[in-house]
């Protein structure tokens, strides 16, 4: 008769354990990102491309304030969105909530993150380069450059951490940060995001938008030793910084520059870094193009563009009232983001260049916006970081874990009460 109660309470025990292990892995998942975004634009090729779900309105989903402009832009991993800001600190945001996992003191001076192997790579414009551990916001391991760091995101190829200075292309060892290469550009005075081109014939090949002197060009060297394979002058300049990078789509280079004369030309470089094609935008920007859907999508001061990528012309333009154009594009489920100076955050329908929605903050929109799971986030410059949409992520309700524990409890219960009753009488 003793045993009863006590296999009763082993099985509600051991019911109890099971849920409670059921709902950690739930909890996991709810905070486990389906669709990454680790770098600026996205990937290696800074294509500012993803198969993720992206937002239909411009529902606010939260806001993380910071104490300073954000003209960095984020990156979104194991559930965590990681952002710096001018108030000096690295944020790491919980992407469900908004709250904030840790920080990590870098500067006022700081980049863009880029987030692999378990840790954020972050430079400053003063000449460091940071790799911080993702879960914990300690550091692993810090270098100097020697040199002012350009602007932009670290490029992480395989094990290699690329950063792009000033005048030099650095190669690091993402472990522990041994300094692999340094390779120094003749006549650089700014270096733009890296690009990586892994195409059949390219491959291994590393793009550099470079600023020398009073022109723009741009540099392709061997990933593995920093080899040169070519440069190519594009237009004379009177720009101070380079903020415009390369994007490989389809093997194929795409970049935009501002010329001498203050408005900006695209273009669509072959193999060797020949002229296949360019195009004169209406306005200028020092945004990064992106690629989708066989186009090369542009932003500038005074509209948006749609360019065929076989053949430069023009699908769609609209019109738009921006004051400035930094922040990059970001393609997702059939639409086009981006911001501008004037404060606003656009979406535009990919195929027709339609306005879908638009997002005001209280600041200028220099951040370039990272994409995952329905969600877009994106810095401004009035201080707050900004998660727009409404997630795919299931969230799991906290009383559902009460209800499974009542249903189990009854389920038991149940069981012992009818064992109970199929005792003999004596």
């Not at 450059?145 to 690329?162: N, Q, Y």
């Not at 992106?290 to 500038?300: C, D, E, H, K, L």
């Not at 012992?416 to 199929?422: A, D, F, I, N, P």
């Amino acid at each position: 008769m003793n045993g009863f109660p006590t296999r009763f309470l082993i099985l509600v025990i051991v019911c109890s354990m099971l849920v409670s292990l059921s709902s950690i892995n739930i909890a996991q998942a709810a905070v486990t990102n389906s669709y990454e975004w680790s770098t600026l634009q996205g990937d290696e090729g800074r294509t500012g491309y993803t198969e993720s779900p992206a937002p239909d309105s411009n529902q606010t989903y939260w806001i993380f304030q910071t104490g300073g402009p954000i003209t960095s832009s984020p990156v979104v991993s194991a559930g965590m969105v990681f952002v710096a800001s001018t108030d000096g600190y690295l944020y790491a945001v919980n992407v469900t909530t908004g709250a904030k996992m840790w920080d990590f003191l870098i500067g006022t001076d700081a980049n863009s993150p880029t987030v692999a192997h378990g840790k954020v790579f972050i430079t400053s414009k003063s000449g460091n380069v940071y790799a911080i551990n993702m879960y914990t916001g300690l550091e692993v391991w810090s270098k100097s450059l020697g040199e002012e760091a350009g602007f932009g995101a670290p490029l992480i190829v395989g094990s290699r951490v690329f950063v792009n200075g000033n005048q030099t292309v650095f190669a690091f060892n993402e472990a522990v940060g041994v300094n692999l290469y340094s390779e120094p550009i003749p006549h650089a005075n700014g270096i733009a995001p890296l690009a990586y081109n892994e195409s059949d014939y390219n491959k291994g090949l590393i793009y550099a938008v470079v600023l020398g002197g009073m022109q723009i060009g741009v540099n392709g060297f061997e990933a593995p030793d920093g080899m040169g394979r070519f440069w190519v002058t594009l237009v004379p300049t009177n720009i101070e910084t380079v903020r415009s990078g390369a994007t490989i789509g389809d093997g194929k280079m795409f970049v935009a520059v501002v010329d001498i004369n203050g408005t900006s030309t695209i273009f669509k470089l072959n193999d060797f870094g020949m002229r296949t094609w360019e195009h004169q935008l209406d306005g200028a920007t020092e945004a990064s193009p992106a690629v989708a859907y066989n186009t090369v999508y542009i932003p500038t001061n005074n509209g948006a563009y749609a360019l065929d990528t076989e053949n430069g012309t023009v699908k769609w333009s609209l019109p738009l009232d921006g004051e400035y154009s930094v922040s990059s594009p970001a393609v997702a489920d059939g639409k086009v983001y981006f911001g501008l100076d004037n404060g606003y955050v656009y979406a535009l329908d990919a195929f027709t260049g339609d306005l879908v929605w638009s997002y005001k903050t209280e600041g200028a929109v220099q951040s370039s916006p990272a994409i995952s799971d329905g969600l877009l986030f994106v810095g401004s410059n009035d201080g707050n970081l900004y998660a727009i949409g409404t997630t795919v992520i299931p969230e799991f309700p906290s009383w559902t874990l009460l209800l499974l524990l009542l249903v189990t409890l009854t389920v038991a219960l149940s069981i012992y009460k009818r064992r109970l009753g199929k005792k003999p009488i004596r």
